[in-house]
């Protein structure tokens, strides 16, 4: 699962993290290391979605072993996706469309718990790139909108990734948000079925970011878009939350 280097903080100190820390602008051009040619401006033309799921509550988290804790900063996956936005803005242009899908449950409640305003920062970054945020609630509202977010016909997707907690069959929205080391919302490889083809260019570039996911839920993406999703057939590791990268003995695969 996705741990952070970061102690808790005040919401001061907090604030003072998210508003300098987030990015640099070579940070995030240099960030995933996938490669440059698919990373031109002369990708195909469509939308490109990115996905965040949410972070655990410190308060479950407390209760495991130091080693064994996640999400100590709330940003893990804001940050990153983040990052992205600002490399493909710079690759594709200003212009080019992305939509952020964010699991809001989750921040909404780290932000109770931090006593910070972890809505507006994420809607701030909404604003700064102008780019268009959703609020999910659950793995349906993902598929409801990769499937009819747009006119599909004219509009397809031609890149998705996934910032959060994940296993081998599953992105995992709230993982220890709501009770301790369980997921109460999701998005099932067996609901996968539900999206539609058409929806997706055919050299669109999917990727997890997730833990294990490269272990299954991959190939049943592929399976139902018929477009092969990059996944970690392991952990990955937000230890640098700028660069998520797979932990020692894990390997990318699709």
């Known amino acids: 699962m996705a741990r952070s280097p ?27 290391g996938l490669g440059g040619s698919s990373r031109s401006k002369n990708g195909p033309d469509g939308e490109f979605v990115i996905l965040s799921g949410g972070p655990a509550l410190r308060r479950w988290e407390n209760l495991r072993k130091e080693p064994d804790q996640h999400d100590r900063w709330w940003g893990n996956f804001i940050r990153p996706a983040r990052a992205r936005i600002q490399e493909l803005q710079k690759t594709r242009g200003a212009n ?16 109770a718990e931090d006593g910070s305003p972890l809505v507006d920062w994420i809607e701030s970054v909404r604003d700064k790139y102008g780019i268009k945020l959703i609020w999910v609630n659950s793995g349906q509202d993902v598929i409801n909108y990769l499937n009819g977010g747009g006119n599909r016909k004219r509009n397809k997707i031609v890149g998705f990734e996934y910032y959060g907690h994940s296993n081998r069959h599953a992105f995992m929205f709230d993982y220890s948000s709501q009770i301790m080391g369980v997921c109460t919302a999701w998005l099932h490889e067996r609901d996968l079925k539900q999206l539609k083809r058409s929806a997706f260019n055919r050299k669109a570039e999917c990727r997890s970011y997730g833990c ?4 299954s839920m991959s190939a049943k993406w592929k399976s139902a878009t018929r477009v092969k ?26």
Do not use: Q
Not at 23 to 32: G, I, N
Not at 97 to 108: E, S
Not at 242 to 251: A, C, R
């Open 96 to 111: 080019y469309p992305i939509t952020w899908l964010v699991y809001r449950p989750a921040y909404v409640s780290r932000a």
């Open 212 to 215: 294990h996911t490269g272990e």
């Open 229 to 254: 999703m990059w996944g970690a057939h392991g952990k990955t590791d937000y230890a640098n939350p700028l660069k998520p990268v797979i932990s020692p003995g894990g390997y990318w695969k699709y």
């Open 6 to 32: 970061f102690p808790s903080t005040r919401p001061a100190l907090a604030a003072l993290v998210f508003a300098t820390a987030l990015l640099t602008a070579s940070d995030a051009f240099a960030l995933f």
